[in-house]
């Protein structure tokens, strides 16, 4: 069995096409399949036009460049008979034919593997829980699933790596490729501690489709689904309704009912969905199953309450203003921004208040000495010519090139000097104690 037909068959139809089993329950091997050529679409007898033509316009060599691509990024290539395939994936339809994958393979057949999901616009309290499930399911043992998105999935990924955990990312674009572009990063830690996997073309970039597309795939792979956080018409609340018919347990964080992004949870929560406040509460589920997780779990949970008390000390209106008020204060607002902006006091809400309120200063500082630099210049010139105005509105054209010049222009030439009553001019040698000018030097 050729895995390069197994790719064909893979790139030959649209993601998550239900052709796939009925394909091959006709043609087990899908090289038969491709060799049949036109006679083997004849057999297939759902197929649309447009699945028909997508079919012929698959390269062989469409393959062949898939797989070198994969193998050049250091990706494995999984088809439905690899043994490192998740196996709780062949249990749903649509199941792909081929995923690419990069990292520790065997976590994508680890038990528990329990998906943990939500909304991109992640609330403070969101990042909290999801720190709390993800991270307690990483210390129990289990594998977190999710998608790697903005938010609820991206938190849940990275407190299963930072409690040791294991992590499976489904892409919704190629392996190669990441999206949002900032969990570069993140994708790098999940490939050195699990496994990040794909079913599109290795060089597929998002697509806005896609990504409902391989939430199956999510909730597929998956014994159970939590939903942190999701608004009421969200790609979460998809997932959720995907994995109850996959048979899939849902689970639903509770959170504040006035919030839009609590609003899919407490509908999955009147549907039936199972309550869960913690790692523990999920595993109970599968107790029978898997003790030692449930019981890591447990013992799991005074830490994980710390961390619901760390940084849960929501701000009010009122808090906020007596805030201002003290950052407003010369020197010591600025010391205790600085202490709060440095995480004293372990309250997310304030040290991110102090890091704003120092950011604010800062731009408003330099934006002052930039308005004092552009006015001093700008009011040089004006300066200049009030200075130049001045004097001549003083002294005209004069010339005073002398003292007596200066004399006669201020005084005139018969302003009489001191009580004697005579002229400067005949004075002069009183007045300075030398000898008069000459009359032609004047």
């Not at 709780?88 to 690419?100: C, D, F, K, S």
């Not at 993140?186 to 597309?213: C, M, N, T, Y």
């Not at 002294?395 to 001191?418: C, I, K, T």
């Amino acid at each position: 069995m050729s895995l390069l037909h197994w790719v064909w068959l893979g790139l030959a139809l649209p993601p998550g096409s239900r052709l796939i089993d009925e394909i091959l329950r006709q043609f087990p091997d899908p090289e038969e399949f491709f060799l049949a050529g036109e006679t083997g679409i004849a057999q297939i007898g759902r197929i649309s036009r447009a699945d028909a033509l997508y079919i012929r316009n698959t390269e062989l060599s469409d393959a062949e460049k898939a797989m070198e691509t994969a193998e050049e990024y250091g990706a494995a290539v999984l088809c439905r008979n690899s043994p490192e395939y998740p196996q709780r994936l062949l249990e749903i339809e649509t199941a792909p034919a081929v995923l690419y994958a990069k990292g520790d393979l065997s976590c994508l057949n680890k038990a528990p593997a329990i998906a943990a999901i939500g909304t991109r616009r992640i609330s403070d309290y969101g990042r909290r829980i999801s720190g709390v499930i993800g991270g307690g399911l990483g210390k129990a043992g289990a594998v977190v699933v999710s998608g790697m998105a903005q938010g609820v999935d991206s938190a849940c990924h990275e407190a299963c790596l930072d409690a040791g955990g294991k992590t499976v990312a489904v892409q919704g674009c190629g392996i190669c490729n990441v999206f949002p572009a900032e969990n570069e990063e993140l994708k790098e830690r999940i490939i050195a501690s699990g496994a990040v996997i794909s079913e599109f073309a290795p060089d597929a970039k998002p697509q806005s489709s896609f990504f409902p597309i391989r939430n199956r795939i999510i909730s597929g792979m998956s014994m159970g689904v939590c939903v942190v956080e999701a608004a009421a018409r969200s790609g979460t609340s998809i997932t959720a309704r995907i994995a109850a018919e996959q048979g899939r347990k849902v689970f639903a964080v509770p959170a504040d009912v006035l919030r839009p992004t609590s609003q899919g949870t407490l509908r999955l929560l009147r549907s039936g969905a199972i309550p869960v406040a913690s790692a523990a509460d999920i595993l109970s589920e599968y107790e029978s199953e898997f003790p030692a997780e449930f019981a890591a779990a447990k013992k799991a949970l005074p830490t994980q309450s710390r961390e619901q008390k760390s940084g849960s000390g929501e701000l009010s209106m009122w808090a906020y203003m007596g805030l201002l008020l003290l950052a407003m204060v010369p020197v010591i607002g600025i010391v205790f921004m600085i202490v709060w902006a440095c995480g004293v006091g372990d309250n997310r809400q304030l040290s991110r208040f102090a890091r704003g309120v120092l950011l604010a200063k800062a731009v408003l500082f330099l934006i002052s000495i930039l308005f004092f630099m552009v006015l001093a210049a700008s009011m040089q010139p004006l300066l200049e010519e009030l200075e130049q105005w001045t004097y001549e509105y003083s002294y005209g054209d004069y010339d005073f090139s002398d003292f007596d010049d200066f004399y006669n222009y201020n005084f005139g030439e018969d302003y009489n000097y001191g009580d004697s009553g005579d002229s400067f001019g005949e004075d002069w040698p009183d007045f300075y104690g030398e000898e008069a000018p000459a009359a032609d030097a004047a």
